[in-house]
């Protein structure tokens, strides 16, 4: 048998993947004779570059799709891309600005061919980068949100809703993105807070019988906090943006905030814009905010919006697209939103129309692509009545349809469901699915929304003249028989693409299509034959996971949900994974602009991509941040020589022994091959078990613990002086399963190996270990007697580490003196040249009596002979950690005993603290027992 003296995974990783894609192992076909197992894969945008946060989320799906898949389970995961918007738009606008050039000089349907153009030279590096990771995606099923096929897809979901009265047109005030000039959700316009000011200003106020800005000859009211000055003719407003009170056209107060009683029928003046003001009364209005007398921008502000409709007051909008002010600001059209604020409080200065200013800390949303600041603007858009499609959503999760892990995010889904706002699919972008609308010109369709037509409460166009909703363009007006017609220059959100990745990557609606009727203005649906794609359909929806970042629960997960359940009728998974967050050994976020970043292909390139996937998995506890450094990444590095080492050894003795592996057989075994086997068993199902129930990191620490610890450092240690052939059966036995289990975790290195084994002996193994079974326990016949005394003679080898360790001794060796009945003391004679070595003893001595026992067992007693030293030192030493220890214990008591905590504190939190309870509590249970023995 051979196998080189070192691992070197740029040779094996290439070659290896190569060979299982020649293969076909990836692929998946309906199977009625397999349970089916589908994860289909969130598509990265094909602006990405593979990051820790795609290592992280792709090696998850990795592991549980190789280990379904081995375990008989026809596993399919299905990958592809998606076209994200605006993301890329901005990516090819910035590619143009080289050339001196924008979009709008080549025109759209030129950038447009741009766009493909990009696409097709750099939209699938990710996917490849995530073939150097190992993942075994179906590749010949890749997709992307813009094929022709998920494109009929998403018209098809756009026409269903619109007639179900779902997607309406309507002016109401959106975020909107001046930088990338267009409508975004509320999802993508992320409030964050910033340091920001609170301005007081005055507005004139011209009173029965007065001259404005002339003192009232009347009793003038109380100062204090009541927001004006009687006296003067003032009420002072509160406001965050001074600049959008250009737009202003009412001022409001609360009914009971007595303070602003006398506004009452008072003439109210807008400040530069000498416009008179509505004055509102609302009990909605905050009576703590500023003064309680509140500014009312209807075309700039989504609360005053609500009052103007309420109210019926004038909408003005001052603002073009790229936030600049237009010809309703007066003498500051033309200016940025930002330059005209500073203009206009310079003229409010000079008019002393500024009482005061102070710091206020802002929530201001921010775009999700640029990250500039949003501004609320008033526009005519398509929107998504989420309400109706939510309710059914809401109730399959309490009803436990969908699970997720961790389950804290269970209670933050339904928050947001039972608060869900509608959804504003319109993007003022040209890269994307443009809106299947077409408008009859002839018509004279009003731009404005349709007021009298209404489904479930929201305006709709359904019956509207000259607006046509078709997959293609009508050739004439259904209306008036025109042919004068054009199609909305709007594309759809991003998201209401990936919204139905779950069923649309399988071909749906692949049941029937939509031919439109000669002459009519709707389409009929048409049924066809059943296709592939609707075996495919059926056989693998629902997927059965879905692993994700926290960031895109509401974005993305939610929303799949719904479609899943208003298409298909059914869940579209069973479970949600969502992952922790990737972050330096710090705690902070992983960035670029902050330099902290660790790029997992340079990690690849460095050690291999075994390495940074079980490091990622054995770091990740569920749903908790990962906190990651470069020497994160040396215990894949070792864990891998370990590995590599220990088969290394495994074959040098087989060749020395001159052993012939033909068949394993396990008949004849003694205790110390029953003891290893029994872990193995117990590995296996600790492992199935925490995979089954997506703990992966607690796999992956069973794996390792059972090969590094209990395969390498006792097996191995154990029997390499008496290698027999039943010795060699054993350990390759061992060997092969632990492979498999550590297979889904680490694929190249587990394959290499699988192959050495495969060629180096007679063994009958599968052609690939990705294709091998999972391990089965097997049932062990062996002596419970002697196997239950070599569990003991273990444990006591841990005790004496332990007790080395507690005494600062380290690998010092030491003399041992031992207890024990006659039969014990040969069993140990027999077996001393390895209890010698594994727990570092020098020599042996057997008594009748001990001067102390520092560990005592169900079968002996032991004692260390520490000549030559103060046992006093030791006492010291031991009593400040015995101490610490004690403190530690009482800490984490108090903290679990704190309703506070328990209340806040995530289940896996809670779990964590108590697991450490437990652990302390065992240690100071030792370490005092040690430090009586040694007083």
Known sequence: MDIPSKYNPKEVETKIYSQWLAKGYFHAVPNQAKKPFTIVIPPPNITGILHMGHALNNTIQDVLIRSKRMRGFEALWMPGTDHAGIATQNVVEKDLAKEGKKKDDIGRPAFIERLWQWRDKYGSIILQQLKNLGASCDWERTRFTM????????KETFIRLYEKGLIYRGEYIINWCPRCKTALSDEEA??????????????????????????????????????????????IVATTRPETMLGDTALAINPKDERHSWLKGAKIILPIMERELTLVEDELIDVAFGTGAVKVTPAHDPVDFNLAKKHNLA??????????????????????????????????????????KEPYKISAGHCYRCHTIVEPRLSLQWFVDMKPLAK??????????????PERWRKVYLNWMNNIQDWCISRQIWWGHQLPVYYCKSCTVNREPCTENTVNGKPSTVNEKGIIVSKTKPEKCPDCGSSDITQDTDVLDTWFSSWLWPFATFGWPSTGSRLQTPGSKQESLQPTAYSLQQKDLDYFYPTSVLSTASEILFFWVARMIMAGLEFMKEMPFKDVIIHGTVRDERGIKMSKSLGNIIDPLEIID??????????????????????????????????CNKIWNATRFLFLKINDTGVKLNDIDLKEIDEI???????????????????????????????????????????????????????????????????KLLHPFMPFITEEIFQSIKQNTGLKLEESIMIASWPKTIEIISDPIKLKRLEILVQTIKTIRNIKTDLGLGTKKINLAVKASKEDIAYWQENEIWIKRLAAVEKIEFKDKLLRVLHKSERWELDFTLENIDTSVFLVSLGKKLKESQNLLERTKERLANDNFLTNASVETIAQEKEKMSQVSLQAKRLKELYDALQ
């Open 190 to 235: 992320a409030h964050k807070e910033i340091n920001g000011w609170l301005y007081y200003i005055k507005y004139p106020v011209k009173l029965q019988g007065a001259k404005l800005g002339a003192p009232e000859p009347s009793e003038a009211s109380p100062q204090g906090n009541a927001g004006h000055k009687m006296q003067d003719n003032y009420v």
């Open 673 to 739: 091959d029953a003891w290893v086997l029994s872990e193995l068993n117990r590995a296996i199902v600790e492992a199935t078990e925490h995979l089954d129930t997506y703990r992966l990191n607690d796999a992956t620490k069973v794996t390792y613990e059972f090969f590094w610890h209990t395969f390498c450092d006792w097996y191995i240690e154990i029997i390499k002086d008496n290698f027999t052939l039943n010795r060699a059966k054993t350990a390759t036995y061992i060997l092969l399963n632990a492979l």
């Open 606 to 639: 460095k050690f291999g991509a075994d390495p940074l996937r079980f490091s990622l998995m054995l770091t990740a506890a569920s749903g908790s941040d990962i906190h990651l450094s470069d020497e994160k990444f040396l215990v894949g590095r070792n864990f």
């Open 392 to 405: 059914p959503a809401i109730t399959a999760v309490e009803e436990g349809k969908v699970r997720f892990h």
């Open 147 to 154: 094929d022709e096929a998920y494109s009929e897809a998403v």
């Open 315 to 356: 909408f003005i909008n001052i603002m073009n697209a790229d936030a600049t002010l237009n010809q309703n600001a007066g003498e500051f059209s033309g200016m940025d939103r930002f330059e005209a604020r500073q203009a206009l409080l310079e003229v409010l200065e000079e008019k002393k129309l500024i009482e005061k």
